[in-house]
């Protein structure tokens, strides 16, 4: 670990006097494998990345998502650190069981049926909280993961900080169901504990600095303006799985198809310049031939002019703790790829006809399922649950509670507890 950071970074909020025989481990690596092996990893193999579970046994899910977006994560680290000659720089960036681990777990707090489950819960969760796909992976591997008694998986201070997309905590103001569409981008008021033990090594100028927001147009949102260097690798990661992988999901099962390109994409290529709007063009006729191999390697073209053009660049240079005065950055041109490339998976994908309906479907679940055990949580919910339930201490902690159960459910499980309780 580079002298100057802070060996708080790699401290674990409970303390762990059992440390097992002949354990070399780094502390991410035993990051790495709780999560690995946590019941909330296993769930993703269920849940909706884009196209529904069972519409197809192609496509990516959460995990298989999750499993790329790890093998891109740690690509970009190594391109990172190879084009580092300042030693101490070299050594800040996160090692290869880090990033696999944040990349891995990025994901834990989606609900079943993907972003469609995160608006019926938030909307449900109105007036108790809100509920955010994020924030509900901190509350996951901080405080639900029954690997300790109340910790969760009890992971190290940098891999937390690494998970935190939005690291401030949710205002506290009654939402208008008006403005209930969108999940507010923070960390729940519940959470708040775990968020200041988080940033505990941080100075006040530096916290102060890291937790600065804009106002958007529709209060109370607010939106954070930085994340730590390794949140920014994980989020790029993540984005270019999303709009990379999961574009070929979508031309292999026939979901777009070259005239949705030529009419979406080919009329904004020429932002990109010359070079890359003429290599894109090349990649796009590769992308759409029927054979599989060649479709790959255009795949692969693509994945690669990302990765591969990353850098590292100062985002807050008042900050003197260098887990956030540094940050991992893509250059214009292909960031612009990047973002042309993910309209592209929403537009053509994500709102299409048969991909909406499932999402309704799925929202419409998860808001009777809610509502089903927060009128008859005695009688409905399992053991463990209604416990936890029981020493609630107020109607907002019991709708948590009901919350975490139902945002742990996969869209099987969902869907087969909701045809018990309502179907004839």
Same mark, same amino acid.
């Given at each position: 670990?580079?002298?100057?950071?802070?060996?708080?970074?790699?401290?674990?909020?409970?303390?762990?006097?059992?440390?097992?025989?002949?354990?070399?481990?780094?502390?991410?690596?035993?990051?790495?494998?709780?999560?690995?092996?946590?019941?909330?990893?296993?769930?993703?193999?269920?849940?909706?990345?884009?196209?529904?579970?069972?519409?197809? &046994?192609?496509?990516?899910?959460?995990? @298989?998502? *999750? %499993?790329?977006? =790890?093998?891109?994560?740690?690509? /970009?680290?190594?391109? #990172?650190?190879?084009?580092?000659?300042?030693?101490?720089?070299?050594?800040?960036?996160?090692?290869?069981?880090?990033?696999?681990?944040?990349?891995?777990?990025?994901?834990?707090?989606?609900?079943?049926?993907?972003?469609?489950?995160?608006?019926?819960?938030?909307?449900?969760?109105?007036?108790?909280?809100?509920?955010?796909?994020?924030?509900?992976?901190?509350?996951?591997?901080?405080?639900?993961?029954?690997?300790?008694?109340?910790?969760?998986?009890?992971?190290?201070?940098?891999?937390?900080?690494?998970?935190?997309?939005?690291?401030?905590?949710?205002?506290?103001?009654?939402?208008?169901?008006?403005?209930?569409?969108?999940?507010?981008?923070?960390?729940?008021?519940?959470?708040?504990?775990?968020?200041?033990?988080?940033?505990?090594?941080?100075?006040?100028? &530096?916290?102060?600095?890291?937790?600065? @927001?804009? *106002? %958007?147009?529709? =209060?109370?949102?607010?939106?954070? /303006?930085?994340?730590? #260097?390794?949140?920014?690798?994980?989020?790029?990661?993540?984005?270019?799985?999303?709009?990379?992988?999961?574009?070929?999901?979508?031309?292999?099962?026939?979901?777009?198809?070259?005239?949705?390109?030529?009419?979406?994409?080919?009329?904004?290529?020429?932002?990109?310049?010359?070079?890359?709007?003429?290599?894109?063009?090349?990649?796009?006729?590769?992308?759409?031939?029927?054979?599989?191999?060649?479709?790959?390697?255009?795949?692969?073209?693509?994945?690669?002019?990302?990765?591969?053009?990353?850098?590292?660049?100062?985002?807050?240079?008042?900050?003197?703790?260098?887990?956030?005065?540094?940050?991992?950055?893509?250059?214009?041109?292909?960031?612009?790829?990047?973002?042309?490339?993910?309209?592209?998976?929403?537009?053509?994908?994500?709102?299409?006809?048969?991909?909406?309906?499932?999402?309704?479907?799925?929202?419409?679940?998860?808001?009777?399922?809610?509502?089903?055990?927060?009128?008859?949580?005695?009688?409905?919910?399992?053991?463990?649950?209604?416990?936890?339930?029981?020493?609630?201490?107020?109607?907002?902690?019991?709708?948590?509670?009901?919350?975490?159960?139902?945002?742990?459910?996969?869209?099987?499980?969902?869907?087969?507890?909701?045809?018990?309780?309502?179907?004839?």
């Amino acid at each position: 670990m580079a002298v100057w950071l802070s060996e708080q970074w790699a401290e674990r909020r409970l303390a762990e006097n059992s440390q097992r025989p002949n354990d070399h481990r780094t502390p991410w690596q035993r990051d790495r494998a709780r999560i690995l092996h946590s019941a909330a990893f296993r769930r993703l193999q269920a849940k909706t990345q884009i196209m529904s579970v069972g519409q197809n &046994d192609f496509y990516r899910t959460r995990l @298989t998502h *999750s %499993l790329e977006a =790890a093998q891109i994560g740690t690509a /970009l680290v190594a391109q #990172l650190r190879v084009q580092q000659t300042d030693e101490q720089l070299s050594r800040l960036i996160s090692d290869d069981s880090l990033m696999e681990a944040l990349c891995l777990a990025h994901d834990l707090g989606h609900p079943p049926y993907g972003h469609g489950g995160e608006k019926a819960l938030n909307a449900c969760m109105l007036h108790y909280g809100g509920f955010e796909g994020n924030g509900q992976t901190l509350r996951i591997v901080g405080k639900l993961e029954p690997y300790t008694a109340s910790g969760g998986m009890n992971l190290s201070r940098r891999t937390l900080l690494g998970l935190l997309k939005y690291p401030i905590v949710q205002p506290s103001l009654q939402h208008d169901r008006a403005l209930a569409v969108k999940p507010v981008k923070a960390i729940y008021q519940a959470d708040a504990d775990l968020l200041d033990w988080i940033l505990a090594p941080l100075s006040a100028a &530096d916290k102060a600095l890291f937790q600065q @927001t804009e *106002s %958007l147009t529709k =209060a109370p949102y607010l939106k954070s /303006l930085h994340k730590s #260097l390794d949140a920014s690798v994980m989020e790029l990661a993540d984005d270019i799985a999303y709009g990379v992988h999961d574009l070929e999901d979508a031309v292999v099962t026939g979901t777009v198809t070259r005239q949705h390109w030529q009419h979406l994409v080919e009329p904004q290529s020429d932002q990109l310049g010359g070079k890359m709007a003429a290599e894109l063009g090349l990649i796009a006729d590769k992308l759409f031939m029927n054979e599989h191999h060649i479709r790959k390697d255009a795949i692969g073209a693509l994945v690669n002019q990302l990765i591969t053009s990353v850098e590292l660049c100062i985002s807050l240079p008042e900050a003197t703790d260098p887990l956030i005065r540094y940050n991992a950055r893509l250059p214009q041109a292909q960031q612009q790829l990047l973002n042309l490339l993910k309209s592209f998976v929403y537009e053509a994908v994500i709102c299409a006809p048969d991909v909406q309906r499932a999402e309704f479907k799925g929202q419409r679940i998860v808001r009777d399922l809610f509502e089903a055990f927060t009128a008859e949580a005695e009688r409905l919910l399992p053991a463990n649950t209604k416990h936890r339930w029981q020493q609630a201490q107020d109607e907002q902690a019991k709708a948590r509670v009901i919350c975490d159960y139902v945002s742990g459910m996969t869209d099987e499980y969902a869907l087969r507890m909701h045809q018990q309780l309502f179907s004839s």
